[in-house]
């Protein structure tokens, strides 16, 4: 190997940037070149790409979004798109590649990696903490930061006007996010994809819960199949017209910011791995760590959501919200 290419895709995550620049200056201690691809595999299809050196990932490492930029490209699902991105890595002479991302870059890497017979690993960056192989993802820990730190506010409000609260989070089809910031912000009540949601369970919690609460809240997960925060809010206005609720979707504040000390280091260590990891042959898998130990997971294994909920933390929210 001798020119690694580094891109990031699919939604951003806090900690890319520093994913890249351990990526970016692992290749240059091991004396290898490195290239920056633009917006993902749009930058690979068109041609974008930037010679990276020491400097080019100075001062990043706190910064939330990604310097390279990111996309989700559906030209590269097409093999014309990705033939064209094939003809300018070789061009540009890129024998390696280093993608951060979640679930569909993966799969593009996949794909990619096994028609060309291009070697290619994969660092876990995704707010939403759903791929197999790691036990968190880049980006997962400042995502349930921001969110309960919302929610703490949110809490303040709801507490001064006694009122109840349905505030979705995002997390896609997983329900990792709100299970974790739910617990955290104390909230009364959490609903997830990965559980069947029993309404009538909730409106008795809701009724039956310490008269005495003045505010309650209720975090809704985006991907939740008993509906958004908005049709979850409707059902319990209907049920409870004495009840102030009001609804409050936190969107994408969940994806920015600086990036947690958590974040950053997990960032370095796998961005180190990967690169050390191309070295000895590696291809097609994600690094990720596992018990604190590096962890190698084929990405085709590693893009099979993680829908294990542990049904400890569920029970905790019950026995803790009363
Ligand atoms: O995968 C990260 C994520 O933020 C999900 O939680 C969410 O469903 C999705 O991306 C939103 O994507 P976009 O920013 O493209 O609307």
Redesign the pocket.
Same mark, same amino acid.
């Given at each position: 190997i001798k020119n690694v290419g580094v891109y990031t895709s699919?939604?951003d995550?806090p900690g890319m940037n520093a994913a890249i620049r351990a990526v970016v200056r692992t290749a240059l201690y091991y004396n290898l070149e490195v290239t920056g691809i633009r917006r993902g595999y749009e930058g690979m299809i068109n041609g974008d790409f930037l010679t990276m050196d020491r400097k080019s990932v100075g001062n990043i490492i706190q910064r939330g979004g990604t310097i390279l930029k990111t996309a &989700?490209s559906e030209h590269f699902k097409t093999a014309e798109g990705r033939k064209l991105a094939y003809e300018n890595l070789k061009k540009r002479g890129i024998d390696a590649l280093v993608a951060i991302g +979640?679930d569909g870059t993966f799969t593009g890497a996949k794909v990619f990696g096994k028609e060309y017979n291009f070697p290619i690993v994969g660092l876990p960056g995704?707010?939403?903490n759903d791929l197999l192989g790691t036990d968190y993802t880049i980006g997962y820990d400042t995502a349930i930061n921001t969110v309960i730190d919302a929610v703490d506010k949110i809490r303040d409000t709801a507490e001064s006007h006694d009122r109840l609260f349905i505030v979705e989070v995002? +997390? &896609?089809d997983s329900g990792l996010?709100a299970l974790r910031t739910g617990i955290a912000a104390g909230a009364e009540a959490i609903l997830i994809p990965e559980t069947k949601t029993d309404l009538n369970a909730l409106y008795h919690k809701l009724e039956q819960g310490r008269k005495d609460k003045s505010s309650k809240i209720v975090i809704v997960a985006?991907g939740e199949e008993a509906g958004g925060a908005f049709e979850i809010g409707k059902l319990i206005k209907d049920r409870f017209p004495n009840y102030d609720t009001r609804v409050s979707v936190l969107g994408?504040i969940? &994806?920015g910011g600086r990036p947690s000390c958590q974040d950053r280091v997990l960032a370095s260590r796998v961005g180190v791995a990967a690169v050390e990891a191309l070295l000895k042959g590696h291809h097609n898998e994600m690094i990720g760590v596992i018990n604190g130990e590096i962890s190698y997971t084929p990405f085709e294994s590693a893009i099979k959501h993680n829908t294990e909920i542990n049904p400890a933390l569920l029970k905790i929210v019950d026995i803790l919200s009363l």
């Open positions: 699919g939604g995550a &989700r +979640g995704t707010i939403d995002m +997390g &896609r996010i985006e994408h969940q &994806r």
